[in-house]
């Protein structure tokens, strides 16, 4: 099987150019209006919502704290969603809401991972290297994106790679999977760590049981966290 650098289906987008463009057509005004218009209902929307969950009076679950991170970046992307719909029915342009869109997502995968890493890792010394290296780096490759440059970067990633049994595992292939092992893992252990409390809760159960438990669920997690990922990058595990 060949897993070929198929797996993101990157084609080049030209976006550059198309922005450079489109700076200088008139309805220009009508995107960034639209942009304008969803990053400000979006921060009112994030401002409601927080002041919503400080007056509730009860103590701030973890789907609260996470949902006051992403209440800005999701509201804005849904309306950007929604007026790059409505430009696109009138016969506007609608790039720089093409570029907005992806931008907030980054914003939202950002803050998403920050925050399932400090839920995971308790005071650990290297969380804070781990979030800025994190961080960094998918804003570089929303700056690769945004450059053009992904899909000329998957094709020669994927010249080079090699053949176990049936299936060939490229440099692209490779990336692909350790990007996705390191997210799946990490989403795996966070599931694990809700459950270890809750274990940790149950008075009636031995604390042996609770540790042998809690050890079969983290190491249970991260093995299905493993398959789903070379899966899903196309890696047949049965021939390996």
Known sequence: MDTSANFL??????LLPTLWKELFYADITWQILAIAVSIF???IISKAWRNKVKNDGKDDTR????LIRLAFPLSAVAFC??????LKEFGFHYSFL?????????????????????????????LQSWEKFISTAIWCWMALYIA????????????FGVSIG?????????????????????????????????????????SSLKIIGIRLIKTAFTLLAL?????????DMTAL
Do not use: C
């Open 98 to 126: 093409d570029l907005a869109i992806p931008l907030l997502g980054s914003m939202a995968l950002v803050r998403t991972t920050i925050f399932i890493l400090r839920q995971t890792f308790h005071k650990n010394q290297l």
């Open 148 to 159: 053009d440059i992904v899909p000329y970067l998957a094709i020669g990633l994927d010249k």
């Open 166 to 206: 049936e299936t060939r595992v490229s440099l692209w292939v490779l990336l692909n999977a350790i990007v996705l092992i390191f997210f799946t893992i990490i989403i795996a252990l966070w599931i694990s760590s809700v459950i270890e409390r809750r274990l940790m809760k149950i008075e009636s159960l031995d």
């Open 63 to 66: 789907l609260d704290l996470l």
């Open 41 to 43: 209902l979006a921060f």
């Open 9 to 14: 289906n990157l084609k080049p987008s030209n």
């Open 227 to 235: 398959m789903i990922s070379l899966s899903t990058v196309g890696i």
């Open 81 to 86: 969603g929604i007026f790059l719909i409505l």
